[in-house]
């Protein structure tokens, strides 16, 4: 891709989250096919910081180049045996398949996600027998918290409307830092790498997975730098 002058960080990252978002909720091949246009338009919009900054970029340029209902329906099958079912699947779209001593939903990640949802003011469909710690779930509350991380930093408490958090405000950049760089960095790059390992993923899938783990890596790198003793105040943080 053609080095493209970046934008501020948020807009780029809510692009993505938005986008990456839609698509792990996929319902249909129309869905995919939508999300999949967002991303690309996302990196036509942004560019690739990685490519930017001088290192490999996320994913291959390009878009697809085939533009038809039989293009999308063969990329919903793909999705639905890589992350929905009705077999077993090889990449579970669900923090506790990953973190879980015995691969399980509903475990103690599962809550964990659940309470942060509810510090947010956000609770899934059907909470408790939705699995809450599904992939378009944490996308969404990331965009949740990257929305609130950049309140906290722009408006000083006294002109926050109301109802604001004060507390979770305060304490948007270590939720952020929990959620993005330990939960997800714990679980979303193995089931990128066991996703992108199965044969015949088809390239628009491909590309999301692969800016997916691309966002994660970048994200809880930020987070990294912006918790080093010994990073200069006026040091900016990092682009993702």
């Known amino acids: 891709m053609d080095h493209i002058s970046l934008t501020?960080?948020?807009p780029r990252d809510a692009c993505?989250?938005?986008a990456l978002r839609d698509l792990f909720s996929a319902r249909s091949a129309r869905d995919i096919r939508a999300a999949s246009l967002a991303l690309d338009a996302c990196r036509t919009r942004f560019g690739c910081s990685r490519a930017v900054r001088g290192t490999p970029?996320?994913?291959p340029p390009g878009a697809d180049s085939i533009d038809s209902p039989g293009h999308w329906r063969d990329a919903e099958y793909a999705f639905n045996r890589l992350f929905v079912g009705p077999m077993a699947v090889p990449a579970p779209p669900y923090a506790s398949a990953w973190l879980e001593r015995e691969p399980r939903l509903m475990g103690e990640s599962t809550m964990d996600v659940r309470?942060?949802?509810h510090a947010l003011g956000y609770a899934v469909p059907d909470e408790g027998a939705t699995p809450d710690d599904h992939l378009s779930f944490e996308l969404d509350a990331a965009l949740a918290l990257l929305t609130l991380r950049e309140a906290a930093d722009t408006l000083p408490p006294s002109s926050a409307p109301e109802p604001f958090p004060p507390a979770l405000a305060s304490d948007a950049q270590e939720a952020w830092?929990?959620?993005v760089a330990e939960h997800m960095g714990a679980?979303?790059?193995r089931f990128v790498q066991h996703a992108l390992a199965e044969p015949d993923v088809p390239p628009a899938i491909a590309r999301a997975l692969a800016m997916l783990l691309c966002w994660q890596e970048d994200?809880?790198?930020a987070c990294a730098h912006r918790h080093t003793p010994s990073a200069n105040a006026d040091t900016p943080t990092p682009s993702l």
């Open 219 to 221: 994200a809880a790198a």
């Open 8 to 10: 501020p960080g948020t």
């Open 187 to 189: 679980w979303v790059p």
């Open 177 to 179: 830092r929990w959620l």
């Open 16 to 18: 993505l989250l938005r």
């Open 115 to 117: 309470n942060l949802y």
């Open 57 to 59: 970029p996320c994913a």
